[in-house]
């Protein structure tokens, strides 16, 4: 090959080259920065030539360190570390080291909006929307504003969520049945308790602040919507005695 020839290969190479740096986010080639989608490099190092102090300004070096740095700043977004120290100070508050999550994360009154929980969630959560739970590994106190719009989806497994844990509607009443006085053999006394909620099928639990009179049975129940029934009755042939003043408490817990 003459000379020429060799000339004008090496400048269609030198030109493929630097094609090549452009394309692929060579800093300081006057093609900016590909980062995020791609990775910047600087292989043609900036150097003194012909002697010290005589390096040639070359105006994209630092247009292309701009435009990453830009770029940078734009992926992180502002203020990428909160309130804490740092951004690795921010990650690490939800992750391990190696980039798990950490478990058993302490959340201050979180407040979760038709969530879908799934795997080991601990704490304790406020619930809005329509709650799905799945069946695995939920423990804690379940709580919401419409109880009955929490749905179980799969099959919990025993003990999983306690039975008193659960929320349900609750409510109480003050009274003394029949006044104070004797109640006969057979008679039933009841007072009526508004519990927003409720309908029929759901499940009743009692609890009393005193003791019942001898052979008495508290009992309660839907009466209507919204509307819970408690009672005493007298379940001896002879009569029960007198009870006294208490307050009765009432648990109200969704049938599904």
């Given at each position: 090959?003459?000379?020429?020839?060799?000339?004008?290969?090496?400048?269609?190479?030198?030109?493929?080259?630097?094609?090549?740096?452009?394309?692929?986010?060579?800093?300081?080639?006057?093609?900016?920065?590909?980062?995020?989608?791609?990775?910047?490099?600087?292989?043609?190092?900036?150097?003194?030539?012909?002697?010290?102090?005589?390096?040639?300004?070359?105006?994209?070096?630092?247009?292309?360190?701009?435009?990453?740095?830009?770029?940078?700043?734009?992926?992180?977004?502002?203020?990428?570390?909160?309130?804490?120290?740092d951004v690795k100070t921010y990650l690490q508050t939800a992750h391990n080291a190696d980039g798990t999550h950490k478990t058993g994360l302490a959340l201050t009154s979180p407040v979760l909006t038709t969530p879908v929980l799934s795997g080991t969630t601990t704490g304790t959560y406020t619930l809005g929307g329509t709650p799905t739970i799945p069946a695995s590994g939920l423990t804690g106190t379940i709580t919401s504003a419409t109880q009955d719009l929490i749905t179980r989806v799969g099959t919990l497994a025993a003990g999983?969520?306690?039975?008193?844990?659960?929320?349900?509607?609750?409510?109480?009443?003050?009274?003394?049945?029949?006044?104070?006085?004797?109640?006969?053999?057979?008679?039933?006394?009841?007072?009526?308790?508004?519990?927003?909620?409720?309908?029929?099928?759901?499940?009743?639990?009692?609890?009393?602040?005193?003791?019942?009179?001898?052979?008495?049975?508290?009992?309660?129940?839907?009466?209507a919507i919204n509307t819970v029934d408690v009672g005493v009755y007298c379940a001896i042939l002879t009569s029960c005695g007198s009870q006294a003043a208490m307050t009765t408490y009432i648990r109200v817990l969704k049938r599904a």
């Open positions: 090959m003459t000379k020429r020839t060799w000339a004008g290969l090496a400048s269609v190479i030198g030109v493929l080259g630097l094609v090549w740096l452009v394309w692929a986010g060579e800093l300081g080639s006057g093609g900016g920065s590909s980062f995020p989608t791609a990775l910047d490099t600087n292989t043609s190092l900036e150097y003194d030539a012909p002697a010290a102090n005589k390096t040639k300004a070359r105006a994209a070096v630092p247009n292309d360190n701009s435009g990453a740095i830009i770029a940078i700043e734009t992926e992180l977004g502002t203020d990428p570390s909160g309130s804490t120290a999983l969520i306690p039975q008193a844990r659960i929320e349900g509607y609750t409510g109480s009443v003050a009274w003394t049945p029949n006044g104070g006085s004797a109640i006969a053999s057979g008679t039933n006394y009841s007072t009526s308790v508004t519990i927003t909620g409720v309908a029929f099928g759901d499940y009743v639990l009692l609890g009393n602040s005193v003791d019942l009179s001898y052979n008495l049975i508290l009992h309660g129940k839907v009466s």
